[in-house]
C-alpha cells in the first residue's frame, strides 16, 4: 500500500481526534492578536479563541502559512519515505495558502529532482472553508488506507465543491460590520430590524443569499433547505458547524429532526477564519446536492 502525508491548514476546522487518527497534518494560520503574534490551533483551541475574539481591542489579523514551512513539511515527508503528498488548503479565493504551497512544489522539485520517479505533491486548491474541506480530507485519508488508487483519490478532492452545499446564518452582526463585509449602515438596519443574513459558499466565496427577520426564522429556513436537499437527493447525511452559541446550533438540529426526523452525523467547531468576519455567534448546515459525487462522506 502507498504511503500518504495530508497535509492541511486549520482553516479546515478538522477535529485534534480526526487529525491523530488519519494522521493528517495541520498547519496553523499565523494571527494577530492586538499586537501579538500566535498560530491558530497551536497557541489556543478553537473554544478558547471565541473568548479571545470577544476581549480583542481591535479585530485580530490573519496571514497565510509561507512556502517555506510547506518546504519544510514537504522535506520532512520525504526523509519518512512518504510516496504521495496531498496538500489541501483553503479557498485561493479567501488566501495566499495555495499559491504558497505551490511555489514550495515547484521549488522542492528544483532542489530535489531526484525525487521527481518517487515522490507525488498534489497541491488542491479546496474552493471552501472549514469542515466543507475538511471532512474531504478525512474521507481522502479513509481512502488512502483502504488502498484506493491514487487518481481517484485527487479527482476527489479536487471537486470538493461538488459534494454538498453549506448555509448558515449569525446572530450579531458587529464582527461583520468591523470586518467590512457589510457596512456600518446595513449593520445598524439589521440589528434594529432583527434581520438575520443566510450565507452559502459560492465559487470559492461567501455570499449573502437572502436575509430573515428573527432568530427563530433563521434556523427554520435553514432547516427547510436542508430539508429540500435530502428530499431531492434521498441522501439524508449531514453536519452542523457552530461558533460557542450552544442554544442556537441545538434549537437548528431540533428544527431539522422535527421537519426530516434526521440527526446530525456531527456537529463541528467553526474556527477564526469564519468568525472573525462572523462573530462566535453562527451556526450552519451542510445541504445534499442533486448533483452531488457518489463518494461523498455525507
Not at 46 to 64: C, D, G, M, N
Not at 68 to 89: D, P
Not at 141 to 149: L, T, V
Amino acid at each position: 500500500m502507498s504511503s500518504y502525508r495530508f497535509i492541511t491548514d486549520s482553516a479546515s476546522d478538522i477535529p485534534d481526534e480526526a487529525l491523530a487518527q488519519y494522521d493528517i497534518t495541520m498547519l496553523g494560520i499565523p494571527m494577530t492578536i492586538d499586537g501579538q503574534s500566535y498560530r491558530e490551533r497551536e497557541d489556543f483551541t478553537t473554544q478558547e479563541f471565541y473568548q479571545i475574539l470577544r476581549q480583542a481591542k481591535e479585530l485580530p489579523v490573519t496571514s497565510h502559512i509561507t512556502h517555506l514551512e510547506f518546504y519544510e513539511q514537504y522535506q520532512k515527508a520525504r526523509q519518512q519515505g512518504v510516496e504521495h503528498i496531498v496538500v489541501v488548503t483553503i479557498t485561493s479565493k479567501g488566501s495566499n495558502m495555495y499559491n504558497a504551497a505551490c511555489m514550495a512544489k515547484d521549488y522542492f522539485f528544483q532542489e530535489n529532482p531526484q525525487c521527481r520517479d518517487t515522490l507525488t505533491i498534489d497541491v488542491i486548491d479546496s474552493q471552501a472553508y472549514t469542515m466543507v474541506y475538511g471532512t474531504a480530507i478525512i474521507e481522502a485519508a479513509k481512502m488512502a488506507r483502504a488502498g484506493r488508487p491514487h487518481e481517484e483519490i485527487v479527482d476527489y478532492l479536487s471537486h470538493i465543491p461538488e459534494h454538498f452545499d453549506i448555509y448558515f446564518t449569525i446572530f450579531n452582526l458587529e464582527y461583520a460590520k468591523r470586518s467590512g463585509r457589510i457596512s456600518f449602515a446595513a449593520a445598524f438596519v439589521g440589528e434594529l430590524l432583527g434581520l438575520r443574513p443566510i450565507m452559502t459558499l459560492r465559487d470559492g466565496q461567501v455570499t449573502l443569499t437572502e436575509k430573515v427577520r428573527g432568530d427563530r426564522a433563521a434556523l427554520t429556513h435553514l432547516a427547510e433547505l436542508y430539508a429540500t436537499g435530502a428530499a431531492a437527493t434521498g441522501k439524508q447525511g449531514y453536519f452542523i458547524v457552530r461558533g460557542d452559541n450552544d442554544l442556537m446550533a441545538k434549537e437548528l438540529i431540533e428544527a431539522i429532526e422535527a421537519q426530516t426526523g434526521h440527526a446530525p452525523d456531527a456537529v463541528y467547531n467553526i474556527g477564526a477564519c469564519i468568525t472573525l468576519n462572523a462573530g462566535p455567534a453562527v451556526v450552519g448546515v451542510t445541504v445534499p446536492k442533486p448533483d452531488c459525487r457518489q463518494n461523498t462522506p455525507l
